[in-house]
């Protein structure tokens, strides 16, 4: 199967990325490569996910942060929904690790509109052409920035990605499975170099 996990990381999260790849491990169909960057020269999470990208030579990527995990049938899931619908990207839905709803909730079950963007959690799977042809994560993304969207939420590099592949036209489709676990304990970072 050609699909690469990348996961972004920090130094001070040996637990998470544990618990993060034995998610990966326990997937019902396995990727064939994994990646994993810690951000030690602190770029931020945009450039070290792109550092990973150039490394990607699979026909899609998947990609999870570190303080998240994914359940059994998540690269799966993606994977026939991509294959089937030839979409760039697939995004699915999530639970909380506390039980609570998150800000996107009202998303849930609707389908993607090119016309109404929001936000999407970047637990997705995307064709890695599709992803390199918009000039990766990273470009004309400042890390530092605390620019918000219409709801108050922080605008970081996952959604100006999906943003620039809207603009080419790429096809995103949602798919109404819960397939991830979605870290609300506090710690997160936005995947901002100064937070940690």
Not at 99 to 111: A, D, F, M, Y
Not at 133 to 159: A, Q
Not at 162 to 179: D, L, P, S
Request: charged residues 25%; proline residues 4%; hydrophobic residues 35%.
């Amino acid at each position: 199967m050609s699909v690469t996990i990348i996961m972004a990381s920090i130094p001070n999260r040996t637990a998470y990325r544990r618990r993060a790849i034995k998610s990966i491990i326990k997937q019902s169909m396995k990727p064939e490569k994994i990646l994993v960057e810690i951000d030690y020269d602190r770029m931020g999470a945009a450039a070290t996910r792109d550092k990973m990208l150039k490394e990607c030579h699979t026909k899609y990527v998947c990609i999870l942060d570190d303080d998240d995990w994914l359940l059994p049938h998540h690269i799966e899931t993606l994977y026939n929904a991509a294959e089937e619908e030839n979409a760039d990207l697939v995004y699915p839905w999530h639970t909380t690790s506390n039980g609570s709803v998150s800000h996107l909730e009202q998303w849930r079950g609707v389908p993607w509109d090119n016309n109404n963007m929001h936000q999407v959690p970047i637990t997705w799977l995307a064709k890695t052409s599709s992803l390199k042809r918009t000039g990766g994560f990273s470009s004309n993304f400042d890390p530092l920035s605390d620019n918000k969207d219409e709801t108050g939420h922080r605008v970081g590099e996952d959604y100006l990605m999906i943003k620039k592949m809207v603009e080419r036209k790429m096809k995103i489709i949602h798919i109404n499975n819960v397939t991830w676990i979605w870290n609300m304990d506090g710690t997160g970072t936005h995947g901002r170099p100064d937070r940690w």
